[in-house]
């Protein structure tokens, strides 16, 4: 029973309004878990769904103010979407991975975003958008968002906490969507298993656990899609501290075989 | 806060000794709660490690005992592998989906098995396993020996819980790994949301979440390397019952943009 872990309790912050341009999401959120009669604790792992971090940020476009390119418009037409929303998904894409036009009216567009992460529609998103025609980008710099909000609740409560901010995506292979982690602060995104001994003491085989994706995965579960609870609290969980983001989850394009 | 999720909870069950073909994971789970102070509980789900259902059922190989097929020879020189290795792999696998030869010293196998699951190496594993020619398959049929478990628990225990069997795969674009569900009994392993409303009252996009892998992802949390933690009890989690299994999971080849 040597290195037996503890528990993990995965806690829901509630009552968090709706959040607009410019909120204070450590207030906000420091303020929620109060009323609700949580405190923030050190060493907890404070996951944020993608969208409240985005509204905050300002990273809402109004399809009305877009003015499609042509190459919009050929491509909506074959992945039969708003020619604006193409648009503003092609502005957030650095490379196009897949496009499925196949069937038209279930066409997918898959690429890879700016910050490196590969899904589909480049994480723009049109849902929970207050006005119909507005859609939410993902942060521009996920990592560094979650830089903030740590040295923010680090400011406010005195808390030493691990922050990481989620997007939900598709798979290869697997139907259903899960959560993965998009932004890292505090928090080693990848835990490196090689050169220990398993339970017979024999040397483990390379193996490399994408932890922060797996905790947002958790989280997830906690995340209905009714976006009340964009908030979860991890706690329990022992991380090594440190690491330099989520960008340690994207592969090297060079070693990946399905790019 | 209608509908606010309740906290879950992640608790190891430690005290699982080695397993051996023909034991009795439902007694010896049982056994090792009961030692460790824990209940199992109605409406929990049990997370099982794919390692130990295999041994429990005698998906162990040897490979002193394996001839190398012609194919197998010349693949495993191409992928660096060990040609017996090679060969068991093979006879997992329906469909070679990728092989990685750049690098023969790190070279890869992505193949689909039998039960539809794309991995690499079929799942065939060389850790962890007494014996140092000895490797363990994936079991025939996961959602079957979900199924086993779940009556196995309600028998001994009369509680009706749910059952998920996990391994530990790597995916297109992301380092790390991450564990899945490849066998469940007892939840339905996706969750619809489409037709819902969101907090503004829009309805939801399109959203069905892989339920059953983010919860394997929780639970691997727990389920260190060194396999002293091979379950993993989900507690508080609000679940749909019933569903096929974890082949639901599985997406239609014909859907696939990836293969």
């Keep these: ?7 993990i309790t995965l806690i829901p912050i ?30 907890d792992v404070l996951v944020f769904a993608q969208k409240i971090v985005s509204k905050s940020e300002g990273r809402i476009v109004d399809l009305n103010d877009v003015e499609p390119s042509n190459f919009a418009r050929t491509l909506s037409t074959e992945v ?35 910050g490196g992460v590969i899904s589909a529609n480049a994480g723009v998103d049109a849902s929970n958008v207050t006005g119909g025609d507005k859609v939410t980008l993902l942060p521009v710099d996920s990592d560094e968002s979650a830089r903030a909000l ?9 808390t ?6 989620t997007d939900t995506v598709g798979r290869p292979w ?24 398993d339970s017979k003491g024999f040397e483990l085989n390379a193996t490399v656990m994408a932890i922060a994706d797996e905790i947002a995965s958790a989280a997830g579960l906690l995340m209905e899609k009714a976006d009340s609870v964009p908030v979860v609290i991890v706690r329990g969980y022992e991380f090594e501290k440190g690491g330099t983001g989520a960008t340690e989850l994207i592969r090297d394009p060079e070693e990946d075989l399905f790019r």
């Design 150 to 158: 740590a040295r923010g609740f680090k400011e406010r409560l005195g």
């Design 160 to 165: 030493e906490i691990a922050i990481i901010i």
């Design 80 to 114: 039969s979407k708003d020619p604006r929303l193409v648009e503003v998904i092609l502005s957030e894409t650095t490379k196009i991975i897949k496009m499925d036009q196949r069937k038209p009216e279930k066409g997918r567009l898959i690429v890879e975003t700016r």
């Design 174 to 197: 697997r139907d259903g969507l899960v959560d993965i982690a998009i932004g890292c602060a505090g928090i080693k995104a990848l835990k490196d298993y090689r050169g220990e001994k």
């Design 14 to 43: 509630a009552g968090i309004p709706e959040i607009g341009v410019g909120d204070d999401l450590v207030k906000i959120v420091s303020d929620a878990a109060t009323a609700g009669g949580l405190t923030i604790e050190n060493s």
């Design 1 to 7: 029973m040597t290195n037996r872990p503890n528990s």
